[in-house]
Nanobody, 122 residues
Framework: RFSCKASGGGVVQAGGSLRLSCAASGRIYSSYVMGWFRQAPGKEREFVAAMRWSRPSTIYADSVKGRATVSRNSAQNTAYLQLNSVKPEDTAVYYC???????????????WGQGTVVTVSS
């Protein structure tokens, strides 16, 4: 059964960088899209970025465009989110999830794993 879990969070200073990992287990279909989302305290979950597992197609939220890069290591069944020039407003719990739609809509994603906390200090 497919599942995924985000890791790599922690405390980072504003202006620094972070790299989150999403370890997937079970079968990953070529049609899958891996998405990254985040939820700040008191706010709704928001889309960050997504990538097709089998093709080099990516989409980014405007809030991270130019600062974020998503990638994956197929051999290790792991997806990554690199976020540079982090800001205090990037503070949130970050999640990864899968979808069969290339979309920013959280409702289209499934198998939400346990999130990882990112805190950006100013």
């Amino acid at each position: 059964r497919f599942s995924c879990k985000a890791s790599g969070g922690g405390v980072v200073q504003a202006g620094g960088s972070l790299r989150l990992s999403c370890a997937a287990s079970g079968r990953i279909y070529s049609s899958y899209v891996m998405g990254w989302f985040r939820q700040a305290p008191g706010k709704e979950r928001e889309f960050v970025a997504a990538m097709r597992w089998s093709r080099p197609s990516t989409i980014y939220a405007d809030s991270v465009k130019g600062r974020a890069t998503v990638s994956r290591n197929s051999a290790q069944n792991t997806a990554y989110l690199q976020l540079n020039s982090v800001k205090p407003e990037d503070t949130a719990v970050y999640y990864c999830a899968a979808s069969i739609q290339f979309t920013m809509e959280p409702r289209e994603y499934f198998n939400w794993g346990q999130g990882t906390v990112v805190t950006v200090s100013s």
